[in-house]
């Protein structure tokens, strides 16, 4: 069974202040996905990862694919009180067309 | 706004009973997904179906079952329903169902007492 373990949990952090998430897994993934959950929505997708070694940034956030596909990790620069929701990275599964979640970390930012 | 409708956003239920829950994808999208979140197992995907045909299983129970219709809106049925089901059931639909990126609806949020 494929898995993804997602690290920290949880991680509460005061604004400016700068964080990396991980997204750790045992398989490979052809990609992975990072979405952000807000309380009360579903998630929404910030980012596709796909070539090993790929590094994509988004403003503030910066995510990077391991060179051998199994793992991925999301850095935040100077976060800001609007960064805090459900992080979760995704991948497809051995299925071939679903997409499974690792179970999240939740960043808490405040001012 | 995903483009995902939800329906209900809320759902009080009992023990035994069985609920409907409705998804309607984004316009143009042939694929829905319905996965399950609950704080101690996450996000756990349950079913796919593509343009009408069911596509991939997952953790889904015997008591669920789903379908998509000619319309492509889809129901997830819950059937016997427990004190463990109580959870936010998803919805999300992407355009053909392969690695492309997924839109979520709201949620319909689950409690069963």
């Known amino acids: 069974t494929q898995l993804l373990e997602q690290s920290p949990q949880f991680l509460s952090i005061q604004e400016g202040e700068n964080l990396t998430v991980y997204c750790n897994s045992s398989s490979v993934f052809s990609s992975l996905q990072w979405y952000r959950q807000e309380p009360g929505e579903g998630p929404v997708l910030l980012v596709t990862?796909?070539?090993?070694?790929e590094v994509k940034k988004l403003k503030r956030l910066t995510f990077q694919f391991g060179d051998a596909r199994k793992d991925s990790s999301l850095h935040i620069t100077a976060a800001q009180p609007g960064d805090t929701g459900l992080y979760l990275c995704a991948g497809v599964g051995q299925a071939g067309t679903a997409l499974i979640f690792g179970k999240g970390t939740t960043l808490s930012v405040s001012s | 706004d995903s483009g995902v409708t939800q329906t209900p956003k809320h759902l009080i239920t009992a023990t035994g009973q069985r609920v409907t829950l409705r998804c309607s994808p984004r316009?143009?999208?042939?694929?829905v997904y319905w996965y399950q979140q609950s704080l101690d197992q996450g996000l756990q995907f349950l079913i796919q179906?593509?343009?009408?045909?069911?596509?991939a299983k997952g953790n889904i129970l015997e008591r669920f079952s789903a379908q998509q219709f000619p319309d492509l809106h889809s129901e997830l049925n819950l059937s016997s329903l427990e004190l463990g089901d109580s959870a936010l059931y998803f919805c999300a639909s992407s355009v053909a169902g392969g690695r492309e990126k997924l839109f979520f609806g709201s949620g319909t949020q689950l409690s069963v007492l």
């Open positions: 179906y593509y343009n009408g045909e069911e596509r």
């Open positions: 316009s143009g999208d042939l694929s």
């Open positions: 990862v796909v070539t090993g070694g």
